[in-house]
């Protein structure tokens, strides 16, 4: 364990060793900085980031969403030229189906703007999609989008990558240190306080996916961000589901997503109704519904057992979009301090966040995404936000916890 002493300086700290900090920090060190340091109380990649799905998907229900999915997307084809590994992205193609006349009309709505972003999307009528997935029950749909450079990515080969981008550019990470508060001199930062001791830095990063509210809580930064249990299993193999036969596919209406693995399904889902907390367990019944709706729409699946099952907290934001910007606290901006959070979509915007984040870190502005209304003055006292909710993400909870703080994970 690093000990830092009294003197120990750094041009940037970040908090937190998951996707968006471990990212932000290689971009930073990337940038310029000659010293950053990364914080992670756990070890790297220990929150919700070696616990993802992996799902990158790029067709986004707002422009926002688009262009950090497409960011990211290019991102991960670009690793292994950059640093020699890769996250293990793989383009496996993503169908999004309609089963109503109000799921056609919203899905090109939102095709029509994808387009128009330069996204690479087009409609299936239900004859081109059940040829597309032959597992899928056929006649089920009314069509739906499809885009062929969606795919995944394998969460821990992800936390692989940034720690060997890491350790290879230099950046000083800091495993099992918590960061415990910041140091302030009026109303701009100067370092921060670990479990360690004291570190000077003129500019600090917070992030902490399901726990990014108790991160701010401890230097009085409202955070209207949660964690809630979402539950991800993976079903036996089976020759139906070979790779090759199965795109990709997010049933909207249910909140049910699955892809191959290994062979046979991954599919994940958020109960709706779940209030906000930690995740210590598989919630069986729920993992029951979660089947049986799969079982309608790829009937293979009835038979088969589960090789795995896992629960863990995934990170929310109240309108389910990404936080990038300065720290705010009682209304003033906080100089020098910058808040980054993927708002449970870390694995498809995650390395957008963070370059997005490092760049308004130094220079206050960024060309990833406009993020001009993904700041903290976008929520109100009770931490509702100005902005529309996503319409294409996880049934997560609609509001924030009311008391930040809460959820402190062990
Ligand atoms: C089951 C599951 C499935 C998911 N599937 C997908 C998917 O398919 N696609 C997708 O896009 N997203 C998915 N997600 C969401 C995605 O994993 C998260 O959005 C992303 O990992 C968040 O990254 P992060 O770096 O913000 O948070 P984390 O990975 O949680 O990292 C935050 C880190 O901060 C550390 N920390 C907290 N407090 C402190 C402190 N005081 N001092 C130092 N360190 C601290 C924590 O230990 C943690 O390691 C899924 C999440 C879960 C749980």
Not at 49 to 76: C, D, H, M, N
Not at 144 to 172: F, H, I, K, M, S
Not at 202 to 231: K, M, Y
Request: proline fraction near 8%; include cysteine; glycine fraction near 14%.
């Amino acid at each position: 364990m690093h000990t830092s002493g009294p003197a120990d300086a750094a041009d940037a700290v970040v908090v937190g060793g998951g996707t968006v900090g471990g990212w932000c920090a290689y971009f930073l060190r990337r940038a310029g900085l000659s010293r950053v340091i990364l914080l992670e109380k756990r070890t790297l990649g220990q929150g919700a980031t070696s616990r993802a799905a992996g799902i990158v998907r790029t067709q986004g229900g707002t422009p926002w969403a688009v262009r950090l999915g497409e960011w990211s997307r290019k991102f991960y084809l670009s690793q292994h030229d950059e640093l020699g590994i890769d996250s293990g992205f793989t383009p496996q193609g993503y169908v999004l189906p309609a089963f109503t006349d109000d799921d056609v009309v919203a899905a090109r709505e939102r095709m029509a703007m994808q387009t128009r972003l330069g996204l690479n999307v087009r409609w299936l009528e239900p004859g081109q999609l059940d040829a597309l997935n032959p597992t899928l029950a056929p006649g089920r749909t009314l069509g739906g989008t499809y885009c062929a450079e969606d795919g995944y990515l394998t969460p821990p080969r992800n936390v692989t990558a940034y720690a060997v981008a890491l350790a290879t550019c230099g950046v000083d990470i800091r495993e099992r240190i918590t960061f415990t508060g910041l140091t302030l001199d009026g109303g701009r930062v100067t370092g921060v306080q670990t479990s360690a001791g004291p570190i000077s830095a003129p500019l600090v990063v917070l992030t902490g996916g399901p726990e990014l509210a108790d991160v701010g809580a401890l230097s009085r930064i409202r955070i209207p961000a949660g964690g809630v249990r979402h539950q991800v299993a993976v079903t036996q193999p089976h020759p139906d589901l070979s790779a090759e036969r199965v795109p990709m596919v997010f049933d909207l209406a249910a909140g049910l997503y699955w892809r191959p693995e290994e062979g046979g399904l991954l599919f994940g889902m958020s109960n709706p109704d779940e209030p906000p907390g930690e995740a210590s367990s598989v919630d069986e019944p729920y993992l029951a519904v979660m089947r049986q709706r799969l079982a309608e729409l790829v009937p293979v699946t009835a038979g088969l057992g589960l090789r795995r099952t896992w629960a863990a907290t995934i990170d929310y934001t109240p309108d389910h979009l990404p936080i990038i910007g300065p720290a705010i606290v009682a209304g003033e901006v906080l100089g020098g301090v910058t808040v980054a959070g993927a708002g449970g979509a870390g694995m498809m915007w995650g390395p957008a966040v963070a370059r997005a984040a490092a760049d308004v870190a130094l220079h206050g502005t960024t060309e990833v995404v406009d993020v001009a209304d993904l700041g903290l003055d976008r929520f109100d006292e009770a931490g509702n936000s100005r902005l529309g909710t996503d319409p294409i993400a996880l049934p997560f909870p609609e509001h924030a916890p009311q008391a930040p703080g809460r959820l402190t994970l062990s």
